[in-house]
């Protein structure tokens, strides 16, 4: 009896087992999308009976924050950076009919707190199917989105495409052109799509400057 009564005794005298700690929430990331080298595409396709429409631009300007498993950004590309190959067709584009460069000077993408299906992590692909904000013609709709964020920490080999942690994002959608108010007239109805098929390649850096 006694010896039990010592036993428990320096069982009580032992210290308490620290619990464990909980793991602190990830710091939110800021990628800036500005590729001083313009080396990131936004392409457009307008497919119609008469004719294809192919669009390009190599200026995406924008920003993207993750916090946790939450994504928020914005991205905007000039209208008059967009080049279809014939100067004549670029000008119509840039008309009050069509993207009206001289009052919306920008198209506009928007989202916020999109949620991601896992955190981050290094090289590996995480794709989200969500709705965004587009404002195109000065119409601003929520359009279904599909996009792959690849997350990169800084290495010898990733400086060669830019300095920091980066972040690659590839997005393919559809815009329904007369939903923004772009008029296609009866004499452009074979020959321009009832919508433009839509794909985005940039990177983003945390050391790009906006």
Excluded: C
């Excluded at 308490?16 to 700690?21: D, I, N, V």
């Excluded at 916020?112 to 000065?138: E, Y």
């Amino acid at each position: 009896m006694f010896r039990s009564v010592l036993m428990l005794a320096a069982v009580l005298s032992l210290p308490a087992t620290a619990a464990e700690p909980t793991p602190a929430p990830a710091a939110a990331k800021t990628f800036v999308f500005n590729d001083p080298n313009g080396r990131d595409t936004v392409m457009f396709v307008l497919d119609a009976p008469l004719e294809v429409i192919n669009g390009l631009s190599n200026q995406v300007k924008g920003r993207v924050e993750v916090k946790g498993q939450k994504a928020s950004g914005r991205f905007q590309v000039p209208v008059v950076s967009i080049k279809t190959g014939n100067d004549t067709r670029d000008g119509h584009l840039r008309n009050d009919r069509w993207l009206d460069a001289a009052k919306s000077p920008d198209i506009i993408f928007e989202f916020k707190d999109v949620a991601l299906p896992a955190p981050l992590a290094n090289a590996k692909p995480v794709t989200v199917k969500a709705k965004g904000s587009f404002t195109v013609h000065g119409v601003t709709r929520e359009e279904p989105v599909e996009v792959t964020a690849t997350y990169l920490q800084e290495t010898a080999e990733t400086k060669h495409r830019a300095a920091g942690e980066l972040l690659r994002v590839r997005a393919k959608f559809q815009l329904p052109l007369e939903s923004y108010g772009i008029q296609r007239t009866e004499a452009l109805v074979l020959k321009v799509g009832e919508k433009a098929d839509v794909t985005v390649d940039a990177w983003g850096s945390t050391q790009f400057k906006p």
